[in-house]
């Protein structure tokens, strides 16, 4: 069967995050200095991975790794959310990537030199796919703010990171979402790297308040629009 037909367009810089930030040397590192070159698409970009026939669209727990073992440490966090393009329309079977950081703000990666802590029932990744009407859902444990030890000033807000994969590898979208009201956000340099305040709202979980039952926990959510004027910006 032929790859369909998938026009992809250049992304609007106006409500993106800025190629070049302030006291963010990797910033400039990371943006390329001359044009990029232009190549056609071959049936290897225009296609990507099934998440239906790789992962589950039942929710992910990412506080308790085995059946057997006991949750993670921290506070236990809910997070929903829909994703749409910018029509309304639910991206249906996309695979969602997520990874974090634990309660006190350690990444689970040989390159992580905060001394914080591993928790032992805590690898703080998973995936998952969006169902019928593009909801997900999963359980985790709220991330901690962690250093950027290479500034000497610059301390993370706790967030959690997406990796959202269309129906191609064309399709893939980057983002890093925040916690409402965390006073680290106010000076987050790839947070107010966007500089439209309506805009790093789309950024911002909105709080569902608590549940209480077999699984006490705060709820969060956050929707994802993948194009048009309303999309959400990618962080990296």
């Known amino acids: 069967m032929p790859a369909p037909t998938i026009d992809y367009q250049p992304y609007d810089d106006d409500s993106q995050l800025a190629r070049y930030i302030d006291r963010y040397p990797l910033s400039f590192k990371r943006t390329p200095l001359t044009p990029l070159i232009s190549r056609p698409l071959t049936l290897s970009e225009r296609t990507g991975p099934n998440g239906a026939d790789l992962f589950s669209t039942g929710p992910l727990d990412l506080s308790k790794p085995r059946e057997a073992a006991p949750r993670a440490n921290g506070q236990l966090i809910q997070v929903s959310g829909r994703i749409t393009d910018e029509d309304g329309s639910p991206l249906v079977g996309a695979t969602i990537e997520i990874w974090q950081a634990n309660s006190a703000g350690k990444y689970v990666h040989d390159m992580d030199r905060h001394n914080a802590p591993i928790d032992p029932n805590f690898t703080g990744e998973g995936r998952m796919?969006?169902?019928?009407?593009?909801?997900?859902?999963?359980?985790?444990?709220?991330?901690?703010?962690?250093?950027?030890l290479e500034t000497g000033w610059w301390w993370r807000p706790p967030h959690i990171h997406?990796?959202?994969?269309?129906?191609?590898?064309?399709?893939?979208?980057?983002?890093?979402?925040?916690?409402?009201?965390?006073?680290?956000?106010?000076?987050?340099?790839?947070?107010?790297?966007?500089?439209?305040?309506?805009?790093?709202?789309?950024?911002?979980?909105?709080?569902?308040?608590?549940?209480?039952?077999?699984?006490?926990?705060?709820?969060?959510?956050?929707?994802?629009?993948?194009?048009?004027?309303?999309?959400?910006?990618?962080?990296d």
Request: hydrophobic share 40%; aromatic share 14%; charged share 25%.
């Open 129 to 148: 796919v969006t169902d019928a009407e593009g909801n997900f859902q999963f359980f985790s444990i709220k991330p901690g703010a962690y250093p950027v």
């Open 162 to 235: 997406f990796s959202i994969l269309g129906r191609s590898w064309m399709d893939r979208f980057v983002t890093q979402i925040f916690f409402p009201g965390e006073p680290l956000n106010e000076t987050d340099l790839l947070l107010n790297a966007v500089p439209d305040r309506d805009v790093r709202e789309r950024l911002i979980f909105q709080f569902e308040g608590t549940s209480m039952g077999e699984v006490n926990a705060m709820g969060f959510r956050r929707d994802f629009v993948m194009r048009g004027h309303r999309r959400t910006p990618e962080v």
